[in-house]
Structure formats: structure tokens, C-alpha cells
């Protein structure tokens, strides 16, 4: 099993910036961390969840959705298990609610974002940006 609690949400203005971080735990999450990459997803109301960035845990290889390329930078320390998402030039659309989550074993197409790729989520944290 493995829990991901996600923290960092709340409310800025547009333009402002947010850093998220999400930390991990459970034993099977230390015995595949070689093979883990850990994601961002975003759902806003109405609409579809969407993949926004993932990282390997093991080499930090990194991949980007267009929609956030550019503003967000996914980033990890191995040490503590966590994953963070900085988020600038955040824009009214970006509001949402925003999970991490787990893939143990990464295959050759994880840098796609396919959310049934992944084995375990958080709860999500809520990101509010007006205008």
C-alpha cells in the first residue's frame, strides 16, 4: 500500500505562484521507488482530469503537458519521498483541484500521463486563482 498526501493548495491572485508538495509512504512504495515515476493531475469542474507533469523517482527524468509547460516544474527529493509541482504565472483556468499520484512500474510510455497507468492517488489539493 501506499499513501500520497498532498499539501501547498489555497488561493492567489493571477500571476502569483504556488508551490505543491506531495509525500509518499508505505512499504511498497520504498521497494519500487527504482521503477516509480509520480504525477500531477488537475480536475477542474466539469471537465476531465488532465495530466500536467510527471518525474521518474529514480533518474528524474521529467515530461510536461503543453498547457503547463514553460510555468510549472515538477521536482522531487528521493530522501523525504516527496514531489513538488511549482506553479507561476498561474492564470483564472488553473484553478482546480490538484492530485498526485503513483506509478510503481513505469512503462515506455509514461511520459504520456495515462492516468489508468497509475496505482495510487491522493486526495487532492485545492488551487484557487482569481482574477
Known amino acids: 500500500q501506499v499513501q500520497l498526501v498532498e499539501s501547498g493548495g489555497g488561493s492567489v491572485q493571477a500571476g502569483g505562484s504556488l508551490r505543491l508538495s506531495c509525500a509518499a509512504s508505505?512499504?511498497?512504495?520504498?521497494?519500487?521507488?527504482?521503477?516509480?515515476?509520480m504525477g500531477w493531475f488537475r480536475q477542474a469542474p466539469g471537465k476531465e482530469r488532465e495530466f500536467l507533469a510527471a518525474?521518474?523517482?529514480?533518474?528524474?527524468?521529467?515530461s510536461y503537458s503543453n498547457s503547463v509547460k514553460g510555468r510549472f516544474t515538477i521536482s522531487r527529493d528521493s530522501a523525504k519521498n516527496t514531489v513538488y509541482l511549482q506553479m507561476n504565472s498561474l492564470k483564472p483556468e488553473d484553478t482546480a483541484v490538484y492530485c498526485c499520484?503513483?506509478?510503481?512500474?513505469?512503462?515506455?510510455?509514461?511520459?504520456?500521463?495515462?492516468?489508468?497507468?497509475?496505482?495510487?492517488w491522493g486526495q487532492g489539493t485545492q488551487v484557487t486563482v482569481s482574477s
Open positions: 518525474i521518474s523517482m529514480s533518474g528524474g527524468s521529467t
Open positions: 508505505g512499504r511498497t512504495f520504498s521497494t519500487y521507488f527504482s521503477t516509480s515515476v
Open positions: 499520484a503513483v506509478d510503481q512500474v513505469y512503462g515506455s510510455s509514461w511520459k504520456l500521463g495515462r492516468a489508468h497507468e497509475y496505482d495510487y
